[in-house]
Nanobody, 125 residues
Framework: VQLMETGGGLVEPGGSLRLSCALS????????MAWFRQGPAEEREFVAALRWSGGNTYYGDSVKGRFFISRDSAKSTVYLQMNSLKPEDTSVYYCARGERTILSMSSNPRGYDYWGQGTQVTVSS
């Protein structure tokens, strides 16, 4: 299983970006998909998660109401729509997939088995 993030870049404060995470290989055992972010010398921070069966979504407090996670099952792709971006959203964003993730671990990086390489998002004027 491989995950490939795309869509990062430079955006002005208040702008929007949509990140994509394409899954290759078998996705049948996916329980959760998630986005995390990590800045220099920082711990990996939970951004959003999606329960593969049912589509329930969960968000970190810092992005709630601004970011939205979704999926296109036919394309095996997960998206992160980021609106009203702030300079503090600047980070490397990682896509993650969990095969055994339970809800209580869905916001913890240790709950995930596979990771993408990350994509840089910079919010600056």
């Amino acid at each position: 299983v491989q995950l490939m993030e795309t869509g990062g870049g430079l955006v002005e404060p208040g702008g929007s970006l949509r990140l994509s995470c394409a899954l290759s290989g078998s996705t049948g055992s996916t329980r959760f998909m998630a986005w995390f972010r990590q800045g220099p010398a920082e711990e990996r921070e939970f951004v959003a998660a999606l329960r593969w069966s049912g589509g329930n979504t969960y968000y970190g407090d810092s992005v709630k109401g601004r970011f939205f996670i979704s999926r296109d099952s036919a394309k095996s792709t997960v998206y992160l729509q980021m609106n009203s971006l702030k300079p503090e959203d600047t980070s490397v964003y990682y896509c993650a997939r969990g095969e055994r993730t339970i809800l209580s671990m869905s916001s913890n990086p240790r709950g995930y088995d596979y990771w993408g390489q990350g994509t840089q998002v910079t919010v600056s004027s």
